[in-house]
């Protein structure tokens, strides 16, 4: 069964860079399926922030606005994320979550998510 | 502003039945993408409660049921159960975006 686990600084100063990682367990992230990431400010909804393929592709939701970069690290099967130039916005629960591609009509379905890690953006 | 609209609350009795809507436009729900349901119970990560519109992952109660017809979807829940106190988020893809898209969420509380 796979399991997810975020990791990171809890606090980031404003115009630092937001750094997370998400270990994986129970799966290889290179045999198949989508790693994303998506976060939660206090109180509000669900933001998808964007994905990494298992061949190392990426797609970024175009609201971040190039701030954002997500890899794979093969060797310790571990994704990544990384958000530039913080603002207290970006103050929220990130989780990665394993989720499959668009299939014929069937949107990406997340089938997996990690237990999520507030990260503050505050000085 | 998520580009998925739902109401932010919904209360209901335990017994009654209540639905839950999201709202979409033809670059979304009202194209032939399916919509997925999750529910995240408090202090957890979202769970997958409702797949391609209408269908139960195993384990799901059938009190669960789904529906989509045009630019809107759909979650009722009946015989509603004080464990189904939880917020409940859509999600489909957008053709404009290119990307995934999630509802903003409904808290629904048992009274």
């Known amino acids: 069964q796979v399991q997810l686990q975020e990791s990171g600084p809890g606090l980031v100063k404003p115009s630092e860079t937001l750094s997370l990682t998400c270990s994986v367990s129970?799966?290889?992230?290179?045999?198949?399926?989508?790693w994303g990431w998506i976060r939660q400010p206090p109180g509000k909804g669900l933001e998808y922030i964007g994905n990494?393929?298992?061949?190392?592709?990426?797609y970024y939701n175009p609201s971040l606005k190039g701030r954002v970069s997500i890899s794979l690290d093969k060797s310790k099967n571990q994704v990544s994320l990384k958000v530039t130039s913080v603002i207290d916005t970006d103050t929220a629960v990130y989780y990665c979550?394993?989720?499959?591609?668009?299939?014929?009509?069937?949107?990406?379905?997340?089938?997996?998510w990690g237990q999520g890690t507030l990260v503050i953006v505050s000085s | 502003q998520s580009v998925l609209t739902q109401p932010p609350s919904m209360s209901g009795a335990p017994g009654q039945r209540v639905t839950i809507s999201c709202t979409g436009n033809?670059?979304?729900?009202?194209?032939?993408?399916?919509v997925h349901w999750y529910q995240q119970l408090p202090g957890t990560a979202p769970k997958l409660l409702i797949y391609?519109?209408?269908n139960r992952p195993s384990g799901v109660p059938d009190r669960f049921s789904g529906s989509k017809s045009g630019t809107s979807a759909s979650l009722a829940i009946t015989g509603l159960q004080a464990e189904d106190e939880a917020d409940y988020y859509c999600?489909?893809?957008?053709?404009?975006?290119?990307?995934?898209?999630f509802g903003g969420g409904t808290k629904l509380t048992v009274l």
């Open positions: 999600q489909s893809y957008d053709i404009s975006l290119s990307g995934v898209v």
């Open positions: 990494v393929y298992h061949i190392g592709s990426t």
């Open positions: 129970g799966y290889s992230i290179t045999s198949g399926h989508y």
């Open positions: 391609a519109n209408v």
């Open positions: 033809s670059s979304n729900i009202g194209t032939p993408y399916a």
């Open positions: 979550a394993r989720h499959s591609g668009v299939v014929g009509t069937i949107p990406p379905l997340f089938d997996s």
